[in-house]
């Protein structure tokens, strides 16, 4: 009779120990934190200074946009600016020979 003989065991102390489980497989990592970035002007990106999953810091830059079309608009501003300051200039110049011409009509209506 097999079923009837004692067996003997290996007894160890309870105590606390550390499990640690070594688990490989395919995975897919996430970011905890998301933010969908944007910008509000059109223009190609010329320079990238980040890469995916880089930690940012506020204010960090992470891309510079050649925004052509832009400086385009600004350069015309700016020349469309000179001009009319110049035009005001003009309009001045010209109220203070009219204001000359007018001292000059009564300087000369004075003598007569």
């Known amino acids: 009779m097999r079923y ?3 067996k003997s065991e290996e007894l160890m102390p309870v105590g606390r120990r550390f499990f640690q489980a070594d688990i ?6 996430d970011a905890i934190i998301k933010a969908n970035v944007s910008s509000s002007l059109q223009g190609v990106i010329t320079a ?3 890469d995916r999953n880089d930690m940012l810091r506020t204010g960090e830059i992470i891309a510079e946009v050649n925004a ?5 608009q600004l350069n015309a501003s700016l020349a469309s600016q000179e001009a009319a300051r110049k035009v005001v200039e003009a309009a001045h110049a ?4 009219a204001e ?4 000059n009509a009564r300087s000369t209506l004075a003598r007569q």
Do not use: Q
């Open 68 to 72: 052509g079309e832009l400086k385009a």
């Open 48 to 50: 990238l200074h980040v």
């Open 100 to 103: 000359a011409t007018l001292a």
């Open 4 to 6: 009837l003989m004692p």
């Open 94 to 97: 010209d109220g203070r020979r």
């Open 24 to 29: 490989k497989g395919p995975g897919t990592l």
